[in-house]
């Protein structure tokens, strides 16, 4: 089965991000707005067991902090996906970090993490430019507490569930 | 906000609910194939910290149980929705008392219990017949084991975000 690691920000936050990806993100119906923190890995029902112990281990370990939205950013030259760009603090850096750095959680190591929420994704070129030029005018910064993350799992349709919520500092 | 606790099946059994969802349910984007078990309420800040704490303790004094998918069904005439039936165990029946119970969750007392999970709503009559009639036909009954249940809630698209997820048993 297909596992992936995600933030579902506030219900405001996620509303500004649906007022966009509604119109510009085809996987708006597929998943929540969210901050993926691990993208998607395979995982056996045995593995999962093992990996939500892990969860727990560095959720408790982890402490509650502060999301920071800085602005709207994109991908472009690498792709045509346009997000809220994310504040890295270490606490999203050393989340990230223990994420990838376990065994049965296949490293992303090639590449560095952006913390971002999409906006929009799969654009063409002229549509890019557009709502790029467009929302960049605007003013999205927003501060908010994050004290929990979840493990969801993909459905044969693309969709995500939640398998389970991790508290952060949750002893 | 509005708030709503329910069950995910397993995978196999929301792909097959989403088979049919996606044609019969207006509501297929919107949230993954579930059991309600405590239908929408609204919740202030506030309140939805009492009602976690609340669902802690439930969750801890419940046990995790077998579903027991029996066969399609239909609200007719109440309304056109189409469901697999869901036994009516004593630990499922006890799980909707315990959360209607509770002052802050406004009770639901009007209604009987009938576990389902919705494969199709919103059906115009000569729909509902056609479908249902077809649905009857085939074998949908399934057993799991269920040990788990999760507050959502509900952004402004109309759509479900897992808040927080409640282990059963787990002390």
């Given at each position: ?35 993926t923190i691990k993208g998607p890995f395979e995982a056996t029902d045995t593995e999962i067991k093992t990996i939500v112990e892990m969860l727990e281990q560095i959720a408790s370990n982890s402490n509650p902090f502060t999301l920071k939205v800085l602005k709207v950013s994109s991908f472009q ?95």
């Amino acid at each position: 089965m297909k596992y992936g690691v995600a933030i579902f920000p506030s219900k405001e936050l996620q509303d500004k991000a649906n007022s966009y990806r509604k119109r510009y993100d085809p996987h708006y119906a597929l998943i929540p707005p969210h901050l993926t923190i691990k993208g998607p890995f395979e995982a056996t029902d045995t593995e999962i067991k093992t990996i939500v112990e892990m969860l727990e281990q560095i959720a408790s370990n982890s402490n509650p902090f502060t999301l920071k939205v800085l602005k709207v950013s994109s991908f472009q030259p690498v792709n045509n996906t346009i997000y809220f760009k994310v504040e890295l603090t270490p606490e999203l850096e050393q989340l990230n970090e223990a994420l990838n750095s376990k065994v049965l959680l296949e490293a992303d190591a090639e590449y560095s993490f952006v913390p971002h929420i999409t906006i929009g994704q799969q654009l063409s070129d002229d549509e890019h430019s557009d709502v790029f030029s467009q929302l960049t005018m605007s003013n999205v910064t927003q501060e908010e507490k994050v004290n929990r993350f979840h493990l969801l799992y993909q459905l044969e349709n693309g969709s995500w569930t939640v398998y389970e919520t991790f508290i952060l500092g949750d002893e």
